[in-house]
């Protein structure tokens, strides 16, 4: 079945410490996405890539990194200048393209927590 | 600039009772519109889209939206709820600036009582 896979489920962090998000998809969508979903609020965009080899920041980049180096790959790094990293990351893809009314697909998130 | 906005916070109906979760949005333009739902602990579901080709849009698991322009609403509706609807429901609307980027409402919680 085509999807998207977030790894791992659960991640927990140190303080000073950086640590990976993995996104992998299998949908053959040009687009990707990462967000940021904090209790009782909706989703805040942090980077996305239209196309291998770019992305650019979202709403809330700082503290964070990502990389895009194969097509179905995304990874997020957060960083240890993200002084609140505590949350809920979803990461997402689309059809690539610049009109129209594709809908983003979803992973199962990961659960980021402060040690 | 561009909003939605979630009328309501919480949702509480009763088992095969209907269903309205409320959304308004804010646009210069045609939006393009998504309703998404949440269950705990998962990623967001595409519910349904408006494409601009029908105001009426029917989506899955029974769910519908009216897209009102002189309203500038695009409220959920379901005639009967189940107990697995209990979910978060979001109201979406696309960019103008960005096809790539959504603005996401805060958040409908829909609780079913038996």
């Known amino acids: 079945d085509g999807g998207i896979t977030q790894s791992p489920k659960y991640l927990f962090r140190k303080e000073g410490q950086n640590v990976t998000l993995s996104c992998e998809q299998n949908?053959?969508?040009?687009?990707m996405y990462w967000y940021r979903q904090d209790p009782g609020q909706g989703l805040r965009l942090i980077y996305y890539?239209?196309?291998?080899?770019?992305?650019q920041k979202g709403d809330i980049a700082e503290g964070y990194s990502v990389s895009r180096e194969k097509k179905e790959s995304f990874p997020l790094t957060v960083t240890s200048a993200q002084k609140n990293p505590t949350a809920f990351y979803l990461c997402?893809?689309?059809?690539?393209?610049?009109?129209?009314?594709?809908?983003?697909?979803f992973g199962d998130g990961t659960r980021l927590s402060i040690l | 600039a561009q909003s939605v906005t979630q009328l309501d916070s919480h949702v509480s109906v009763s088992e095969g009772t209907p269903v309205l979760l409320r959304c308004n949005y804010s646009?210069?333009?045609?939006?393009?519109l998504f309703w998404y739902v949440q269950h705990p602990n998962k990623g967001l579901q595409l519910l349904l889209k408006?494409?601009?080709?029908?105001?009426l849009v029917k989506g899955i698991n029974g769910f519908e939206a009216e897209f009102k322009k002189s309203e500038t609403s695009f409220h959920l509706t379901k005639p009967s709820a189940h107990m697995s609807d209990a979910a978060e429901y979001f109201c979406?609307?696309?960019?103008?600036?960005?096809?790539?980027?959504?603005?996401f409402g805060s958040g409908t919680r829909l609780l079913v009582r038996p």
């Open positions: 997402a893809s689309s059809i690539g393209e610049t009109r129209g009314n594709q809908p983003q697909h």
């Open positions: 949908l053959n969508h040009d687009a």
């Open positions: 979406v609307v696309r960019r103008m600036d960005s096809s790539y980027k959504l603005i």
């Open positions: 646009s210069s333009y045609s939006p393009s």
């Open positions: 890539s239209q196309i291998v080899n770019d992305f």
């Open positions: 408006y494409t601009s080709a029908a105001t």
